[in-house]
Every structure is written in structure tokens, then in C-alpha cells.
């Protein structure tokens, strides 16, 4: 590839974001490729001191729109700082998370305007969009039954993680060349990660 490709991996909790963007990096490399993996909120020092105001149960009085900024912010730093210098040196660029997980998560679970989302996404974001994005899909009582201690994210109410989860099903609708839904509650391990790889394979060639 004469330019990097961006992708990113998104899902409700428990759907095995992190398990499987872990995966197919070491795919990736292992068949040649030059790979880079960050998350969101993360993936630069600025990133990932946000990350541990954002996820801390201490702060269950933040506002939406204090939540809302705060995952701007950290995007707009892991974008400039990390993913835009590593596409434009022919890196492949996995992230954990990216703007439909906002729009997901602060736009149809926490109810802010979407219209605001997408407005202030854009200069977070620089305009970058991913190439391919893997939805991966869990039921959302047994997503959020996975997994050890939660955080301040995963501990919102059961009904804000069932608007998240059909937010991402909205978004998906939206964008079907870009989106792929994969569905992992019940799936083994190995049969997910070959459908993103398979998935993967045609954006990477």
C-alpha cells in the first residue's frame, strides 16, 4: 500500500473490542504488514490521563456534555499526536473506539444532539474517517455480564447501554460499505476473528 488504512473497531460493552482488535494486529503483522494499535479515550499521555477522569466511578456527577468534551478532546490529541502521522507513513492504524462510538454512546444513549456530535466530531477528527469499521455485536445483558470490575462507563444504567446498542445498530444502517456487523455472543473467539479478517482483507490488499 503506497497509504496507510484506518481501522477501527466499535461495539457495546462486553462485545470483545479489546480481545480481538489485540488479534487481528498481530494478523496483520505477522503477515507483513506495519501496524499500529491505540484506543480511545488513550493512546497518548494527554489521551490516557482523560481516559482515567472519564472511566473513575468518583466522577458519577459528570455531566453529559462534560463526558461529551472530554472524549473530543482526547480524539483530537490521539488524531494529530498518532494516527495521522502513522497513516501517512503506510501504517495500518487499528483503534479501539472512534467517533460512532460518541455517537453511540453520548449521541443516542446519553440523548445529546446529534447534529452538535457530528459538528464538533469533524474538528476532533480532522475530517478522518476510517476506511473500515468492525461492529462487533453482543446482547447487551450478557456484554455487560462480562469482564471484571467496571468502570464508570459500564455501570450506567442497563436501559442507557440498550439505546447504545441499538445507536450502533442506526449508525450501521447508515453506513453499510463502512460498518460490518459481526455478531460474538455465543461465537468462539477464532470464528469472529476470522470474519474480520476476512472482512479486513479487502480494504489491506
Given at each position: 500500500?503506497?497509504?496507510?488504512?484506518?481501522?477501527?473497531?466499535?461495539?457495546?460493552?462486553?462485545?470483545?473490542?479489546?480481545?480481538?482488535?489485540?488479534?487481528?494486529?498481530?494478523?496483520?503483522?505477522?503477515?507483513?504488514?506495519?501496524?499500529?494499535?491505540?484506543?480511545?479515550?488513550?493512546?497518548?499521555?494527554?489521551?490516557?490521563?482523560?481516559?482515567?477522569?472519564?472511566?473513575?466511578?468518583?466522577?458519577?456527577?459528570?455531566?453529559?456534555?462534560?463526558?461529551?468534551?472530554?472524549?473530543?478532546?482526547?480524539?483530537?490529541?490521539?488524531?494529530?499526536?498518532?494516527?495521522?502521522?502513522?497513516?501517512?507513513?503506510?501504517?495500518?492504524?487499528?483503534?479501539?473506539?472512534?467517533?460512532?462510538?460518541?455517537?453511540?454512546?453520548?449521541?443516542?444513549?446519553?440523548g445529546l444532539d446529534l447534529k452538535l456530535i457530528d459538528s464538533a466530531g469533524k474538528l476532533a477528527t480532522g475530517g478522518l474517517k476510517p476506511d473500515l469499521t468492525i461492529l462487533l455485536d453482543v446482547e447487551t445483558s450478557a456484554g455487560l455480564?462480562?469482564?471484571?470490575?467496571?468502570?464508570?462507563?459500564?455501570?450506567?444504567?442497563?436501559?442507557?447501554?440498550?439505546?447504545?446498542?441499538?445507536?450502533?445498530?442506526?449508525?450501521?444502517?447508515?453506513?453499510?460499505?463502512?460498518?460490518?456487523?459481526?455478531?460474538?455472543?455465543?461465537?468462539?473467539?477464532?470464528?469472529?476473528?476470522?470474519?474480520?479478517?476476512?472482512?479486513?482483507?479487502?480494504?489491506?490488499?
Amino acid at each position: 500500500m503506497s497509504r496507510g488504512r484506518f481501522i477501527t473497531i466499535e461495539g457495546p460493552e462486553g462485545s470483545g473490542k479489546s480481545t480481538h482488535s489485540r488479534l487481528l494486529c498481530e494478523f496483520l503483522r505477522g503477515s507483513g504488514h506495519k501496524v499500529l494499535h491505540t484506543r480511545e479515550p488513550g493512546g497518548t499521555r494527554l489521551g490516557e490521563a482523560i481516559r482515567q477522569v472519564l472511566l473513575d466511578k468518583k466522577n458519577k456527577n459528570m455531566s453529559d456534555g462534560c463526558e461529551l468534551f472530554l472524549f473530543l478532546a482526547a480524539r483530537a490529541q490521539v488524531v494529530s499526536e498518532v494516527i495521522m502521522p502513522a497513516l501517512k507513513k503506510g501504517y495500518i492504524v487499528v483503534c479501539d473506539r472512534f467517533h460512532d462510538a460518541t455517537v453511540a454512546y453520548q449521541g443516542y444513549g446519553a440523548g445529546l444532539d446529534l447534529k452538535l456530535i457530528d459538528s464538533a466530531g469533524k474538528l476532533a477528527t480532522g475530517g478522518l474517517k476510517p476506511d473500515l469499521t468492525i461492529l462487533l455485536d453482543v446482547e447487551t445483558s450478557a456484554g455487560l455480564k462480562r469482564g471484571g470490575i467496571k468502570d464508570r462507563m459500564e455501570v450506567k444504567p442497563v436501559r442507557f447501554h440498550k439505546k447504545v446498542r441499538d445507536g450502533y445498530f442506526k449508525i450501521a444502517k447508515k453506513e453499510p460499505r463502512r460498518i460490518k456487523v459481526i455478531n460474538t455472543g455465543g461465537v468462539p473467539i477464532a470464528a469472529v476473528q476470522d470474519k474480520i479478517r476476512r472482512a479486513v482483507s479487502h480494504v489491506v490488499q
